[in-house]
């Protein structure tokens, strides 16, 4: 009878954690495990306007293979997004129309972007390629992170606002 009630305990254990996940994911909230920004739980805020430099958002990268084998060498986590990746949370450096340029840093409309460092490998000693630069095209985001190691638009590029899911609200986060 014990075991049984043990087994019982542990199944309604899973099933209302399980609810809960799914409720916290319908309602806008995720959870960020990547150093990228602070760690812990987030929300989604939906953007009734265009989006603007300085906005911290969720964006789905697109389902492309520059993606997925940052997926493979664990850039990105998986999740809800086409292509069965995690949203990133990142900020807007650059907007349609804006030049970036990348050299050892990135420089937008001819302007340093702080904390821009590009890197030549990742910190397992793999080749970075970074994005060659150029103009941000039409229905597309320029993204940033200023943690040093980030995956971000240094190296993938513009992503399509397409991809766009609001603003990023944290909710319960702590720096590492």
């Known amino acids: 009878m014990r075991r049984r009630g043990a087994i019982m305990l542990l199944s309604a254990t899973m099933v209302a954690t399980a609810c809960l996940i799914t409720a916290a994911a319908v309602g806008g909230y995720r959870q960020n495990l990547t150093p990228s920004e602070p ?7 939906a953007l009734r306007r265009s989006a603007e430099i300085g906005d911290l958002v969720f964006v789905c990268p697109p389902a492309t293979a520059m993606f997925e084998e940052a997926r493979r060498r664990g850039y990105l986590r998986r999740g809800l997004c086409v292509g069965g990746f995690a949203p990133l949370i990142k900020t807007v450096a650059a907007l349609p129309g804006q030049h970036v340029e990348i050299t050892d840093h990135v420089a937008i409309d001819g302007r340093p972007l ?3 460092v590009v890197r030549k490998a990742d910190g397992e000693g793999r080749t970075l ?11 597309h985001l320029y993204l940033h992170s200023s943690f040093a190691s980030s995956y971000d638009s240094r190296y993938f ?8 899911l609001g603003l990023a609200r944290p909710i319960l986060t702590f720096d590492p």
Do not use: F, H, K, N
């Not at 390629?129 to 229905?139: F, M, N």
């Not at 590029?157 to 766009?164: A, E, K, Q, T």
């Open 39 to 45: 760690l812990g739980l987030w929300r989604i805020e």
């Open 114 to 116: 702080a904390a821009s």
């Open 129 to 139: 390629t970074p994005y060659p630069g150029g103009t941000v095209p039409p229905g």
């Open 157 to 164: 590029g513009p992503v399509p606002d397409c991809g766009l």
